[in-house]
């Protein structure tokens, strides 16, 4: 099996993506077993700065430094389960020393498979302003829409002031849940959980639209990656 690396931003989404990983392999490859994960973790805060100036350079270069690691560590390829993080997708595949497997890729391939043709996109203001899902969607044929000022900058908020810290309560749920109506108002079938943290919030049957879950997708890709 291949040696996975996870370079970590916010704790709760790489650790989701890293328990994913784990549970899943537990049907295919068995009890108690999984490919060798190496994860490594450099502090959101470092991070910020970065993407508050739209410096994609600096944030491919706080990758780098994680990927450089990794691949020491003897890591076969790499992840990133943070979708904001892919804006620095050009920058990094010019200098990573290990493959990768992009989010919006492989969130895109399911929503392919589902036959979705119009997807809300709910993430950071990052990944929900910038051209990171628009881009990998466009090329399968799959429309992508943003919430409105309004729900573009409640779901932000919660993003940075409640789910980074693992903090998820209901009234933030019940508004992402209107959000995500909306979205369905305007044309969506389906949304993506672009945000690592979402998932933990947004409970699949209680969404109002089917969900695409950009954590978990990403790590069944990664082990069927290893496994293969």
Known sequence: MKHIGIVACSAEGAALCYQTICREALATVGKNDHPRITL??????????AFDAGDYAGVARIMLESARLLADAGADFAICPDNSAHLAWDQLQAATPIPWLHIATVLGEEAARRGFR???????????GGPVYAQALGRLGIATLVPEAEDFAMIDRVIFAELVDGVFSDASRQAYY??????????????????TEIPLLVRPEESPL?????????ARAALAEAIK
């Not at 490594?40 to 700065?49: L, N, V």
């Not at 305007?186 to 959980?193: F, I, M, Q, S, T």
């Not at 089917?210 to 990403?218: A, E």
């Open 178 to 195: 209107r959000a995500i109506r909306r979205l369905g108002e305007r044309g969506c079938d389906a949304v993506a959980l672009a945000c």
């Open 118 to 128: 119009r997807i809300g996109i709910l993430g950071t203001r990052y990944t929900m």
């Open 210 to 218: 089917p969900t695409l879950d950009s954590t978990r997708l990403l």
């Open 40 to 49: 490594d973790s450099i502090a959101m805060a470092r991070w910020i700065p």
